[in-house]
C-alpha cells in the first residue's frame, strides 16, 4: 500500500501566487523528502526534514512536518513558470535499514505567466 | 562535481528480452538504489546496493536483479521482460545506507513491445 498521498493532486495557479502542497503517511519516518520532477525526467532533490525538525526553509520553499498528524507540506512562494512540474514526497520510514524511500503520487503543479 | 549519470537514455525491446541498465553516482557516495517509475505514478523502490551487496529490497520479482561495482558503479538487470516492465527507470545514489539526501540520475525509459 502507498505510504504517502500527496494532496491535491494537480494545481494550478498564476505566476505570482503560492502554490501548497500537502503530504500524508501512515508510518513513523526518519526523514521526509520532497522532490521535483520536470516532463517525466530526473528527479531534482528539494528539502529533506528529519522527524525531530518543524520546519525548514530554502530559497521560495518552505516544508513543514507534523509528525502527531503524520503530514507535511510544502510551500513555494511567489511561484514562477519555470515551477510548472511534478512534486513528490518520499518518507524514509523508521523500520527499513534507511535509504528506502516511499514515495507518493505527486502533485502535477501548472504555474501560468 | 559530476552527478548521478544513466545510460542509457532510452531502450526499446521486446517481450521475453533481458535488459541491463547503468549507473554511475554522483562523486563521493558509495550507496546506489533503483526505482521503477511507471507513467503517472510515484517511483517505487527496487534494490539498493552498498558495499557490492544488495541490502534492501522491494516488491519486485527475482527477474530483477543489480551488481554493484568496486567502483560504486551498478547495474540493474532484467530478464524476461514483460509489457508491465516499461518504465523509468531511476538510479539515486547516497553517502553511506543511513538517512541522508539521495541524488537521482536521469533515468533510463524502457519500452517493451
Known amino acids: 500500500s502507498q505510504q504517502g498521498e500527496e494532496d491535491p493532486q494537480a494545481l494550478s495557479i498564476q505566476e505570482g501566487e503560492n502554490a501548497t502542497m500537502n503530504c500524508s503517511y501512515k508510518t513513523s519516518i526518519n526523514n521526509l523528502q520532497w522532490y521535483r520532477q520536470n516532463s517525466g525526467r530526473g528527479l531534482v532533490h528539494l528539502i529533506l526534514i528529519r522527524s525531530n525538525e518543524r520546519e525548514k526553509h530554502s530559497g521560495r520553499l518552505r516544508v513543514t512536518l507534523d509528525t502527531s498528524k503524520k503530514s507535511s507540506s510544502l510551500l513555494i512562494t511567489a511561484s514562477r513558470a519555470a515551477d510548472t512540474a511534478s512534486y513528490f514526497c518520499a518518507t524514509d520510514v523508521i523500520y527499513n535499514q534507511g535509504g528506502k524511500l516511499i514515495f507518493g503520487q505527486g502533485t502535477e503543479l501548472s504555474v501560468k505567466p | 562535481d559530476a552527478g548521478v549519470t544513466q545510460s542509457p537514455t532510452h531502450l526499446i525491446k521486446t517481450r521475453g528480452q533481458q535488459v541491463t541498465l547503468r549507473c554511475s553516482p554522483k562523486?563521493?557516495?558509495?550507496?546506489v538504489s533503483w526505482y521503477q517509475q511507471a507513467l503517472g505514478q510515484g517511483p517505487q523502490f527496487i534494490f539498493q546496493y552498498y558495499e557490492e551487496e544488495e541490502r534492501q529490497r522491494g516488491n519486485f520479482p527475482d527477474r530483477f536483479s543489480g551488481h554493484q561495482f568496486p567502483n560504486y558503479s551498478s547495474e540493474l538487470n532484467v530478464n524476461a521482460l514483460l509489457l508491465g516492465d516499461s518504465a523509468l527507470y531511476l538510479c539515486a545514489s547516497s553517502l553511506g545506507r543511513g538517512q541522508e539526501t539521495q541524488y537521482f540520475g536521469p533515468g533510463t525509459r524502457l519500452l517493451v513491445l
Open positions: 562523486s563521493g557516495h558509495d550507496t
